[in-house]
């Protein structure tokens, strides 16, 4: 069974940082590329960065490049979010996520973890 | 404002036939496949759909499709655990971004 459990977060202020983790079970880890997506309170979802399998490749949405880093282990099965210059806006529950190759030969979000609550407040 | 137009909702009854729709463009939809994910009281998102194919252990009321620079999720026989979230994505190639469309709440009446 798939599993991504995140972990990391908390109460942060603005300007402060904050490290999320994500383990990953179940599936071969290093075989994928993996992302995370947010969710701001009663908001829809947004993609915020993703890694190619050996962490070689990176892309981040604009809001955050600059202070945000992903990055993996994958010897510990494990992805990470590197978030600083935290902002109010990053307020969020933070998910963890697997892209799929599907046959089809396009990439698709495929399991979910259960998420980590980021809150930037003074 | 979400690159993707989606419903804000939608709702059926038991039994009923449900088509949610995700409006984009040639950057996006156009040109990459769509998946469709759904969130239940704002609990972990789950993969309903990849383009029009069915990941393994999603019930097959649900279809999907796509024709120009919409994409649609069908679902068949509402049910009451059907009630939820429902969110489009893909890769859009102007904005070198995954986008999402804004989310469509699906009510079983």
């Known amino acids: 069974e798939v599993q991504l459990v995140e972990s990391g977060g908390g109460l942060v202020q603005p300007g402060g940082s904050l490290r999320l983790s994500c383990a990953a079970s179940?599936?071969?880890?290093?075989?994928?590329?993996m992302t995370w997506v947010r969710q701001a309170p009663g908001k829809g979802l947004e993609w915020v960065a993703n890694?190619?399998?050996?962490?070689?490749?990176?892309a981040f949405v604009d809001s955050v490049k600059g202070r945000f880093t992903i990055s993996r282990d994958n010897a510990k099965n494990s992805l990470y979010l590197q978030m600083s210059t935290l902002r109010d806006e990053d307020t969020a529950v933070y998910y963890c996520?697997?892209?799929?190759?599907?046959?089809?030969?396009?990439?698709?979000?495929?399991?979910w973890g259960q998420g980590t609550l980021v809150t930037v407040s003074s | 404002q979400s690159a993707l137009t989606q419903e804000a909702s939608v709702s059926g009854t038991v039994g009923q036939k449900v088509t949610l729709s995700c409006s984009g463009n040639?950057?996006?939809?156009?040109?990459?496949?769509v998946g469709w994910q759904q969130q239940i009281s704002h609990g972990a998102p789950k993969t309903v759909m990849f383009?029009?194919s069915l990941p393994s252990g999603i019930p097959d009321r649900f279809s999907g499709s796509k024709s120009g620079t919409t994409a649609s999720l069908t679902i068949s026989g509402l049910q009451p655990e059907d009630e939820a979230d429902y969110y489009c994505?893909?890769?859009?190639?102007?904005?070198?971004?995954?986008?999402f469309g804004g989310g469509t709440k699906v009510t079983v009446l």
């Open positions: 996520a697997h892209f799929r190759l599907h046959s089809s030969g396009y990439y698709f979000f495929d399991y």
């Open positions: 179940g599936f071969t880890f290093s075989q994928y590329w």
């Open positions: 890694i190619s399998q050996d962490g070689s490749e990176k």
């Open positions: 040639s950057n996006n939809i156009g040109s990459y496949a």
């Open positions: 383009g029009n």
């Open positions: 994505s893909t890769w859009d190639s102007r904005l070198s971004a995954w986008v």
